[in-house]
């Protein structure tokens, strides 16, 4: 297949193009705006293939997407551009709204346009795979819940809440127009390559620096947290085995508290990057932010059972993992963390 892909730049998008290149025999079409959190550096070891190609292009922009439509005649869609922290969209909402309602509207009237000039077998085997969060469901109560595909939406935060929003756009695109379109809601990923505003990368490279390791409240709330590498796997099998109009929770079935996965984090560090003292020191209480749900829990039953997927790591493996690619790249965060990733893709240098 030809797979247009949006928000290929991003942490979850650039596993799945060095996956979908890596692994599989199909053509990729990146189409990433490159704000802050879309890096080019992650698809370093795919940049150079036959099989991949890359528009940058806003979501928002009609007559950009549908351009890129036109040029590469895509199979598929499958759509993770999206403004997606939670801190963010408390301090301003407006790009939330912009860009994960506004530009999933956007593309979905692209693609629609361009499943209707499609005719037989191009036009059955289309598909429109939106990716999206756990969030939607907004707060668990008790230990005994689990989100399931028929879980009420309740969103608790603006990045959620737009979300959401794109969730009911996507369906109706679908329930209205005929659009074949599936959905999923994944839960906490973690992983190589994630933006350091995020939980794990951010106490990572603190505690390599030595810095304060800030933990909201006192650290109880519980996320199931799932190894990028086995959610893109999980992605590729919906969108090639799911039924149109059909929503997918993929989970790791690893609840953890906050609080438990610093620990875990200091304590691999600790072993791969001893300093002489127990990182642990490092843990600092802040005060909780607004509307923090306490606890997210993905079912990921349906998923196992009907398209056969199960996550191949379990926390264990996949944090130490995380921990170990970024010890050894540290020059990437480096340039993250100094912002020249983007000054040198503008040619501003220094």
């Known amino acids: 297949m030809k797979i247009l892909v949006t928000g290929g730049a991003g942490f979850i998008g650039s596993a799945l193009v060095r996956h979908l290149i890596a692994s599989t025999s199909h053509q990729v079409i990146n189409l990433d705006n490159l704000t802050y959190a879309g890096n080019l550096e992650s698809l370093a070891p795919v940049a150079d293939s036959p099989r991949y190609a890359f528009e940058q292009v806003d979501i928002r922009d009609a007559a950009g997407v549908a351009g890129c439509f036109k040029r590469h005649r895509p199979d598929a869609v499958m759509h993770l551009a999206a403004e997606s922290h939670v801190d963010r969209s408390i301090d301003g909402p407006a790009a939330f709204m912009e860009t994960n309602i506004i530009g999933t509207y956007t593309l979905l009237e692209a693609a629609l346009a361009h499943w209707r000039s499609l005719e037989g077998p191009a036009r059955d085997r289309f598909r429109f795979l939106h990716v999206s969060t ?3 469901y907004g707060d668990l109560a008790g230990t005994g819940a689990f989100f399931t595909e ?35 809601n994944c839960s906490n990923n973690y992983g190589p390559c994630q933006f350091p505003e995020k939980m794990i990368p951010l106490m990572i490279l603190n505690a390599m620096e030595g810095k304060p390791l800030p933990v909201y409240g006192e650290g109880l709330n519980i996320r199931d947290w799932l190894f990028v590498e086995d959610h893109v796997k999980a992605l590729c099998r919906v969108l090639t085995h799911g039924g149109p109009g059909a929503t997918y929770n993929i989970g790791g079935d690893n609840e953890k508290t906050n609080i438990e996965v610093v620990h875990a984090l200091c304590r691999i560090l600790d072993d791969l990057m001893p300093d002489g003292a127990p990182r642990a020191r490092l843990i600092t209480h802040v005060p909780d932010r607004p509307g923090h749900d306490l606890r997210y829990a993905i079912d990921a039953t349906k998923i196992r059972e009907e398209l056969g997927w199960t996550p191949e790591e379990t926390f264990d493996t996949g944090i130490r993992k995380t921990v170990a690619w970024y010890l050894e790249n540290q020059n990437w965060c480096r340039r993250v963390q100094d912002g020249s990733y ?6 501003l240098g220094g």
Not at 154 to 181: E, M
Not at 342 to 347: A, K, T, Y
Request: glycine letters at 4%; charged letters at 25%.
């Open 150 to 184: 028929r879980t009420p939406y309740a969103p608790s935060s603006p990045y959620s809440a737009s979300k959401a929003s794109s969730d009911h756009l996507v369906r109706a695109w679908h329930r209205t127009y005929g659009l074949p379109v599936l959905i999923t």
């Open 342 to 347: 983007q000054r040198d893709r503008l040619g």
């Open 134 to 136: 756990d969030e939607v």
